[in-house]
């Protein structure tokens, strides 16, 4: 059987498995029958040089799928980039190489670098399955990661990818382990390092399973999606930048990996930490400053499990030639006024701007983080780096560095506000104990954030706030009338999204 | 918002996207984009009464989904069965009730009943996405269910579904743990021991990843997908029967999981014994025998492996009302000489009917288990079954048995062969010392097997003989000349299938 026998000619489906690549096939197409792949699940395709193991889905109507042609979703399609006309070519996928390394896992044995770097290369080489994926994410939860597999990990993860390398310069990083909404920090400590003079190279996700990621606040305020020589270029000008790390490819294994880990939402911290430090050491950083926000609704539940990843991180950070520095913070309540990606931008001018209202506790925070990376400066005396932090906000140096770096980054612009929106009150009278972070956020997401960057939440009480009975406890703000009512209809519905005790 | 405005008309996509169900909506859909659901990847479905939770696929490239209409993949549409006309309404999915059990599985703690049954009822109502159930099959795999917890499991699954009752008769069958291709004795076993006056109402698998399961090898000669009145006719009438268990959703559950063990394929010790025990269960059993198969390259590999497998098959039996002999037989070859389901039928017919060239090896698997099985009548003399077994198999009334079986199932046919053939020889001389149930398996399944009934392997010579260069070691079967080729082509690849030693 000759190669041109195995082959097919390729369209485009339109559908979107995300990150899975899935090839549609016909039933009765020749090389299905001839190859038995209707049995199948899985299939090789190669196209020149390019190769994946993809899903196959068999399609009995066949309207829409031509005769002699296989169809590709659109991760399939981004992976081969077919040219009009290209043929393919379908084979039986042997099992991929990292099998008996997942297996290993999977039976609590203790993985090698060759095994991680196994798993990892045919993780970005697009040959594992969902399932198998899940099944080392699943295998690698709870505490079955130690310590030195956390490193071999993050070295495989790094490795994967582009490092930066800034000619020996001291490079500052900052991380939050998230689970805080409105929690957008980044963009102003970034804007008071660097008018610090030092060079932080700041790479953000966009939201995965939150109403707003920091690529997605920032991106209503200057472009994101910057590759890496644009990247260089804002840095080298103004000695930081906040873009989006998904368009770089830093560490291509995580953006992978991510799509598995979020939907299972199983804690890991070796996950959690190969996955960070890999970002951070690929970005050329030296000196890294990690948020951990602490508090029953955030992503870490108690000062123990915040040790616990501290101690992680260090060790790991220390492995691959990261100074790390560990922030524990408040993690009980969702921080300044928007969660959502324009409500969040309005917090951070407003901070920037030194506004009379601005929310005090995104300025509390902000100062404590940029104070923290001020202090890991070799040459700094301890414990100043808040007052210096606290002097660059005030005098207005982050506020024209922040307007700097938009510009460099392409051009700044104000956000705006949505036009429908709906105020929910409190209905029993009572002193604001806590805000569920957990539900607020589900709040702004059925609101329409962060696809709808004008959609969200914006808070009107905060916990400690004595409130009487009609008083207003946060604001909707949607993009449409339909997304506003959903949003409201499960708000209204929800007893205890804000406790109050009488 | 009203229901209707999240209702779409339903159209079959007529993509297979195998037992998960999956929701194709257009990008552009008044539902997708005033409910926000582009950003999901999971979608609750509700049509009547009947509810599920699908996976999302988002469609771009719109031609053949109609406005105001979504797609369902035939998993989907085989669960919701829509009329013409028929609308769905689509929300938001909540997390499925079973998702903190599996968490706390993957986190390594023992699971209740109460945990098993959420997680049991999640998957047969179709709630839990095939990375939740890869993560509870990997969270299982191994050693990580202890022997109350495969009660647990086993328990939840028999309930999952049917349990026939047969008004308190003795109730006999028999289950092979499996990976040993060619090893195809249930139907003669069913036969001897109907025959014996005993009753032995054997549901049996269609292959998953071998190249025949019984229920395949059967089908060759009688049909075999009975629904339960029949397979109750059938062996009210003869005391026995071989079906195919798919079928009868007798363990829903286990047909569900399979798809996702299959793939996976983790030893588990705790999900193999739930899945076997309920089936059992489920179909009226009392007394078991179960075959395990010891050998380098079957699915057991060691005798302290099976010894610790007929522990668990013991004490998981006896708390669901099962009396469980284990028989520990030689896994280390294939089994007859024919593998695929019509070259396998041959072998059956061939010891039922006495053929001086019926292949010994299957003969004497089959009186060892048909015998073990004798002897667990509570009445029975000790060890006198074996004996028993021979003499219904030699007077020929097990042959009328499994006709008359056939006849009650619908009709027996005679198998035919394959037309197109190739013998493939040893390149060397020596001794076949060994033979790769695994390799050998493949070719069978690159023949076209079990697809393909009459495709397959059949073997020309055995571990022991004594071969010269040029001898004849197999004959691969298929139905079209590419099937032939393609399984030449590997099997001529492969230097050791068969192990030669000089």
């Known amino acids: 059987m000759t190669a041109a026998d195995t082959s097919l000619h390729l369209v485009r489906a339109g559908i979107d498995t995300y990150s899975q690549p899935v090839v549609y096939m016909r039933e009765d197409c020749h090389v299905c029958r001839a190859e038995g792949f209707a049995a199948l699940t899985r299939i090789g395709v190669t196209l020149g040089p390019k190769s994946i193991i993809a899903t196959l889905n068999v399609v009995t109507e066949a309207g829409w799928l031509p005769a002699d042609a296989a169809a590709l979703s659109e991760a399939a399609w981004a992976l081969l980039q077919p040219r009009p006309g290209d043929r393919a070519t379908f084979v039986h996928p042997e099992p991929p190489a990292s099998d008996s390394a997942i297996r290993a896992k999977v039976y609590g044995q203790e993985l090698t670098e060759a095994d991680f770097t196994a798993i990892i290369g045919d993780i970005t080489g697009r040959r594992l399955s969902e399932l198998q994926m899940a099944a080392f994410v699943t295998a690698c939860a709870g505490e079955r990661l130690n310590i030195a597999e956390t490193i071999r990990l993050t070295r495989a993860m790094q490795r994967a990818g582009e490092t930066l390398d800034w000619g020996g310069a001291e ?184 506004d009379t209202d601005a929310p005090a506790d995104l300025r509390g925070r902000v100062l404590d983080l940029a104070g923290a990376l001020l202090d890991l400066r070799p040459d700094a005396a301890a414990g100043i780096g808040r007052a210096r932090a ?59 954030a962060p696809g709808r960057k004008l959609a969200g939440v914006r808070l009107l009480a905060r916990p400690g706030d004595l409130l009487r009975r009609g008083a207003p406890l946060f604001e909707i703000h949607a993009e449409t009338p339909g997304e506003l009512d959903y949003a409201r209809s499960y708000a209204e519905a929800q007893a205890d999204v804000f406790e109050l005790r009488e």
Not at 186 to 203: C, E, N, R
Not at 272 to 280: I, W, Y
Not at 413 to 436: M, N
Request: charged share 20%; with cysteine; proline share 5%.
């Open 390 to 448: 606290a002097a660059l906000l005030d005098s207005g140096a982050a506020e024209a560095k922040f307007m700097a770096i938009c510009a460099a980054q392409g051009g700044f612009r104000e956000p705006s506000a949505a036009r429908h929106r709906a105020v929910v009150t409190a209905t029993a009278a009572g002193r604001l104990e806590a805000i569920d972070n957990r539900r607020i956020a589900r709040i702004a997401k059925l609101a329409g």
């Open 171 to 354: 490079v500052y990083d900052k991380h939050c382990v998230g689970g805080l909404p409105g929690n957008r920090t980044t963009p102003i400590v970034v804007a008071i390092v660097a008018a610090a003079g030092l060079m932080i190279p700041k790479t953000s996700s966009r939201a995965i399973t939150s109403p707003a990621g920091t690529a997605d606040t920032m991106e209503v305020m200057a472009p994101v999606a910057l590759d890496i020589a644009a990247l260089r270029r804002v840095v080298e000008t103004e000695g930081g930048c906040v873009v989006w790390g998904g368009n770089l490819a830093l560490s291509p294994a995580d953006d992978l990996l991510i799509r598995i880990e979020r939907p299972l939402d199983f804690d890991s911290d070796g996950q959690l930490v190969a996955s960070v430090l890999s970002k951070k050491a690929a970005v050329g950083a030296r000196r890294v400053l990690i948020d951990v926000p602490v508090g029953p609704t955030a992503k870490v539940r108690s000062p123990a499990a915040a040790a616990s990843l501290a101690q992680r991180l260090a060790a790991v950070g220390e492995a691959v030639g990261l100074s790390i520095a560990v922030h524990v913070s408040d993690g009980t309540a969702p921080v300044g006024r928007g969660i959502g990606p324009a409500l969040e931008a309005r917090d951070v001018l407003a901070v920037l701007r030194r």
